[in-house]
């Protein structure tokens, strides 16, 4: 018989007791709060994904950096692009039904194969990825739908943490409340990066084969959606044999997926990519190849066009980050006012230095500079270059509308001639001293070779702006007034430049142009086009109309001339400025357009630092000013700035159709002349010769030349007459260039 023992029972000490206590109602407090925790994050889960919109899928729309294009009319008159503007990321949104129907297909079969059944979340996807990525290195990456991706394009969250997964299930469930699932798709493949720069399926069909996402095949599109999700390694510029490993496997997901058929995915895969980096893309597409080169740096035009643009929506009350951020940024439409035809001229005549005089130099800084600008009767600039050689940097020195320089002579007509003629103080013939004035106690100014004229000595208008004398427009200066003068050019003619009326209302600035500051060939060209279109100034602009991302035009150029001098006046200016390219001492003669008529005026500054010509067709108006970028004496033979005129724009002319200045007005009228007296031709007169008078102020007839002398000015009455002066025939140089004295401001001549 076995023996029993016995055994005791242990029993728990007070002490340990008090802490088994502590421990279990610490417990039961944790579990009570991660409870708590639990049910609230699940409330603000509900709330969150079942609450009021979180994103806005409209105003990331507006707001995304978009890409802005500028267009340019071509031969058809229907808007090409010409170029693109865009800052950090290249987009152009595209709706869906403007894609490929491939490409919405190639991105769900390797992205979200359930994207069209799952409700934003792939749970099993998800939690399956999360798992994964923190087994294998801490990351959270994997698992997400295509609507979470969209989010995280849009928000800019791109940290691998769990707190960003979270917040992206939560946001997509949200979202998929409000939006339909194309519309989640359209946001996203306008969002998402495909290396290049290439924000969007759009610039990456024009990237990689230089097509519009509407016209990519089925193999296109599936090279384009694997570069997603590696951009570096599959970017078929750079990775052309990754690329087509990946798009087969692509298309092998869509074929598991029945979204294409067998027949489709033999097709696909045995079809040849070529990228627009490939020898015959580029041989096929040369035109607009050299096109997309050319446009890294942007042409002059393009550069003024940006500017304008940036300047009209500052006025409009944008500030300067706001209108560059919408230049760059804000996928705007700008339908731009440039004759392609004449800018190509025009900048390949300019980047080869065409008729240039040949130079040898140390510095480019002693290279010889030139700037041009065309335009037409309305204020279109056509064409427009501001600088000599090759263009190297966006936005530089466009000399066309930056460099401000003495005009010259080439003032003169603006200055002087018209508002004489207008003011009813001169006709074409009225004869005027060739006499310097007394100005600071000094006789001022001479002609060509300091030539100082005589006080007995009168030539006529016509004559004074063909040749280009000083002396003449001084006197005529005196007779107006400084101010008539200065208002007229800046008021009617808008030269903006000759902004300091302090120093502007001076003989030297206004009748010789010898302003301290001066002009550009912008404003010289839309002030001489008032001598070619009836006397109207127009405000030059460089673009039609700009719209924003949804199409809507929030800027618009629709020019009205402002009527600044009479068709009357306009038309005999026109008339009398045609003598200085085909009168025999005119200072632009051999500068003519070929197989058009031509007017305009030339310029010559003090020390021979400026060159100038404007001259204008029936067709164009345009304004050459040719130099150094600083105050340097041409030394080149002849004008350069007519050469380069000429050159350019018999190139611009060139089988353009005959064509005539309008007339404008029926106020005008052809007479016969006595070059002695300037008045209307007798009988008696032994020379005479025509000119164009406003019917409004006809001279009296000559009275003199039979024996009857007389000594009084130009009128409209019978009995006036004009003193007798000179042959006009005598001969002198084209141009004239003198210094002024000391007490006069520097003064340019001719």
Same mark, same amino acid.
């Given at each position: 018989?076995?023996?029993?023992?016995?055994?005791?029972?242990?029993?728990?000490?007070?002490?340990?007791?008090?802490?088994?206590?502590?421990?279990?109602?610490?417990?039961?407090?944790?579990?009570?709060?991660?409870?708590?925790?639990?049910?609230?994050?699940?409330?603000?889960?509900?709330?969150?994904?079942?609450?009021?919109?979180?994103?806005?899928?409209?105003?990331?729309?507006?707001?995304?950096?978009?890409?802005?294009?500028?267009?340019?009319?071509?031969?058809?008159?229907?808007?090409?692009?010409?170029?693109?503007?865009?800052?950090?990321?290249?987009?152009?949104?595209?709706?869906?039904?403007?894609?490929?129907?491939?490409?919405?297909?190639?991105?769900?079969?390797?992205?979200?194969?359930?994207?069209?059944?799952?409700?934003?979340?792939?749970?099993?996807?998800?939690?399956?990825?999360?798992?994964?990525?923190?087994?294998?290195?801490?990351?959270?990456?994997?698992?997400?739908?295509?609507?979470?991706?969209?989010?995280?394009?849009?928000?800019?969250?791109?940290?691998?943490?769990?707190?960003?997964?979270?917040?992206?299930?939560?946001?997509?469930?949200?979202?998929?409340?409000?939006?339909?699932?194309?519309?989640?798709?359209?946001?996203?493949?306008?969002?998402?990066?495909?290396?290049?720069?290439?924000?969007?399926?759009?610039?990456?069909?024009?990237?990689?084969?230089?097509?519009?996402?509407?016209?990519?095949?089925?193999?296109?599109?599936?090279?384009?959606?694997?570069?997603?999700?590696?951009?570096?390694?599959?970017?078929?510029?750079?990775?052309?044999?990754?690329?087509?490993?990946?798009?087969?496997?692509?298309? @092998?997901?869509?074929?598991?997926?029945?979204?294409?058929?067998?027949?489709?995915?033999?097709?696909?895969?045995?079809?040849?990519?070529?990228?627009?980096?490939?020898?015959?893309?580029?041989?096929?597409?040369?035109?607009?190849?050299?096109?997309?080169?050319?446009?890294?740096?942007?042409?002059?035009?393009?550069?003024?066009?940006?500017?304008?643009?940036?300047?009209?929506?500052?006025?409009?009350?944008?500030?300067?980050?706001?209108?560059?951020?919408?230049?760059?940024?804000?996928?705007?439409?700008?339908?731009?006012?440039?004759?392609?035809?004449?800018?190509?001229?025009?900048?390949?005549?300019?980047?080869?230095?065409?008729?240039?005089?040949?130079?040898?130099?140390?510095?480019?800084?002693?290279?010889?500079?030139?700037?041009?600008?065309?335009?037409?009767?309305?204020?279109?600039?056509?064409?427009?270059?501001?600088?000599?050689?090759?263009?190297?940097?966006?936005?530089?020195?466009?000399?066309?509308?930056?460099?401000?320089?003495?005009?010259?002579?080439?003032?003169?007509?603006?200055?002087?001639?018209?508002?004489?003629?207008?003011?009813?103080?001169?006709?074409?013939?009225?004869?005027?001293?060739?006499?310097?004035?007394?100005?600071?106690?000094?006789?001022?100014?001479?002609?060509?070779?300091?030539?100082?004229?005589?006080?007995?000595?009168?030539?006529?208008?016509?004559?004074?702006?063909?040749?280009?004398?000083?002396?003449?427009?001084?006197?005529?200066?005196?007779?107006?007034?400084?101010?008539?003068?200065?208002?007229?050019?800046?008021?009617?003619?808008?030269?903006?430049?000759?902004?300091?009326?302090?120093?502007?209302?001076?003989?030297?600035?206004?009748?010789?142009?010898?302003?301290?500051? @001066?002009?550009?060939?912008?404003?010289?060209?839309?002030?001489?086009?008032?001598?070619?279109?009836?006397?109207?100034?127009?405000?030059?602009?460089?673009?039609?109309?700009?719209?924003?991302?949804?199409?809507?035009?929030?800027?618009?150029?629709?020019?009205?001339?402002?009527?600044?001098?009479?068709?009357?006046?306009?038309?005999?200016?026109?008339?009398?400025?045609?003598?200085?390219?085909?009168?025999?001492?005119?200072?632009?003669?051999?500068?003519?357009?070929?197989?058009?008529?031509?007017?305009?005026?030339?310029?010559?500054?003090?020390?021979?630092?400026?060159?100038?010509?404007?001259?204008?067709?029936?067709?164009?108006?345009?304004?050459?000013?040719?130099?150094?970028?600083?105050?340097?004496?041409?030394?080149?033979?002849?004008?350069?700035?007519?050469?380069?005129?000429?050159?350019?724009?018999?190139?611009?002319?060139?089988?353009?159709?005959?064509?005539?200045?309008?007339?404008?007005?029926?106020?005008?009228?052809?007479?016969?002349?006595?070059?002695?007296?300037?008045?209307?031709?007798?009988?008696?007169?032994?020379?005479?010769?025509?000119?164009?008078?406003?019917?409004?102020?006809?001279?009296?007839?000559?009275?003199?030349?039979?024996?009857?002398?007389?000594?009084?000015?130009?009128?409209?009455?019978?009995?006036?007459?004009?003193?007798?002066?000179?042959?006009?025939?005598?001969?002198?140089?084209?141009?004239?260039?003198?210094?002024?004295?000391?007490?006069?401001?520097?003064?340019?001549?001719?």
């Amino acid at each position: 018989m076995r023996k029993k023992t016995r055994t005791t029972k242990k029993t728990m000490s007070p002490k340990k007791k008090k802490i088994l206590r502590i421990l279990l109602a610490i417990a039961f407090t944790g579990i009570m709060t991660c409870a708590i925790i639990c049910v609230n994050i699940l409330g603000n889960m509900i709330s969150i994904a079942n609450g009021e919109k979180i994103i806005d899928l409209e105003f990331y729309k507006e707001n995304q950096d978009q890409t802005t294009i500028i267009y340019a009319k071509n031969e058809e008159d229907k808007f090409i692009e010409l170029t693109k503007l865009h800052g950090e990321e290249n987009r152009v949104w595209v709706d869906m039904e403007n894609m490929s129907e491939w490409m919405p297909k190639a991105f769900v079969a390797i992205e979200d194969s359930r994207f069209y059944t799952h409700k934003g979340v792939d749970w099993f996807s998800s939690t399956f990825g999360i798992i994964r990525s923190i087994v294998a290195d801490g990351d959270i990456r994997g698992g997400s739908t295509i609507t979470m991706q969209l989010i995280k394009n849009l928000t800019g969250e791109k940290g691998l943490t769990l707190n960003r997964k979270f917040n992206e299930i939560l946001y997509a469930l949200n979202m998929e409340k409000y939006y339909e699932k194309d519309e989640l798709l359209e946001a996203y493949l306008n969002t998402i990066y495909l290396s290049h720069n290439c924000y969007g399926v759009q610039t990456a069909a024009e990237t990689y084969f230089g097509k519009d996402v509407a016209d990519l095949n089925l193999a296109e599109c599936a090279s384009i959606a694997v570069i997603t999700q590696e951009p570096a390694a599959r970017d078929p510029l750079w990775k052309p044999e990754a690329n087509k490993s990946r798009q087969e496997w692509c298309l @092998g997901k869509m074929l598991e997926a029945e979204m294409i058929t067998q027949e489709q995915y033999d097709e696909a895969v045995a079809y040849e990519l070529i990228f627009t980096n490939d020898d015959r893309y580029i041989a096929e597409h040369e035109e607009s190849v050299e096109k997309a080169t050319d446009n890294e740096i942007q042409s002059y035009y393009v550069d003024y066009v940006i500017s304008s643009v940036i300047r009209d929506l500052k006025e409009q009350g944008y500030s300067n980050y706001e209108a560059n951020k919408m230049i760059y940024s804000g996928g705007l439409r700008i339908y731009s006012a440039v004759d392609t035809r004449v800018q190509n001229i025009l900048e390949d005549v300019y980047v080869h230095r065409t008729n240039f005089p040949t130079q040898r130099v140390s510095n480019v800084k002693d290279m010889y500079q030139s700037a041009m600008t065309i335009m037409d009767y309305s204020g279109r600039i056509v064409a427009m270059v501001g600088g000599a050689g090759e263009k190297t940097e966006n936005r530089s020195n466009n000399r066309a509308v930056s460099a401000v320089r003495q005009p010259g002579s080439s003032i003169k007509p603006l200055t002087i001639y018209a508002p004489a003629i207008e003011e009813d103080i001169i006709t074409w013939s009225s004869k005027i001293k060739n006499y310097g004035i007394t100005w600071k106690g000094r006789r001022w100014p001479t002609n060509y070779g300091g030539d100082p004229g005589s006080p007995n000595s009168y030539i006529t208008a016509q004559y004074a702006v063909a040749i280009s004398y000083n002396t003449v427009p001084a006197q005529l200066l005196m007779m107006m007034g400084f101010d008539l003068s200065y208002d007229y050019l800046t008021e009617k003619f808008h030269i903006t430049t000759y902004n300091d009326k302090e120093d502007s209302v001076s003989p030297s600035a206004l009748a010789t142009g010898g302003s301290t500051g @001066g002009t550009t060939t912008l404003q010289m060209a839309a002030a001489f086009a008032t001598f070619g279109n009836g006397g109207k100034y127009y405000e030059p602009y460089s673009y039609y109309e700009v719209k924003n991302s949804a199409g809507e035009t929030i800027l618009q150029n629709k020019p009205e001339g402002e009527q600044v001098i009479s068709p009357e006046t306009s038309f005999v200016m026109n008339q009398m400025l045609q003598t200085v390219y085909y009168g025999s001492m005119g200072t632009a003669r051999g500068y003519s357009v070929k197989g058009f008529t031509t007017f305009g005026k030339t310029g010559t500054t003090t020390s021979n630092n400026d060159r100038w010509c404007v001259g204008g067709t029936p067709y164009y108006i345009s304004a050459v000013w040719f130099g150094y970028d600083y105050n340097k004496s041409i030394t080149a033979s002849g004008n350069p700035a007519g050469l380069i005129f000429q050159t350019v724009m018999n190139r611009v002319h060139k089988n353009l159709a005959d064509k005539s200045f309008e007339k404008y007005t029926n106020k005008v009228a052809k007479k016969t002349y006595c070059m002695e007296t300037g008045l209307l031709a007798s009988d008696q007169c032994p020379k005479v010769a025509s000119g164009w008078y406003k019917t409004s102020m006809i001279p009296a007839t000559c009275k003199s030349c039979n024996g009857e002398v007389v000594e009084s000015t130009t009128g409209t009455g019978d009995e006036s007459t004009t003193a007798p002066t000179p042959n006009e025939s005598t001969t002198l140089p084209p141009e004239t260039t003198q210094a002024p004295p000391p007490e006069v401001p520097e003064t340019p001549a001719a």
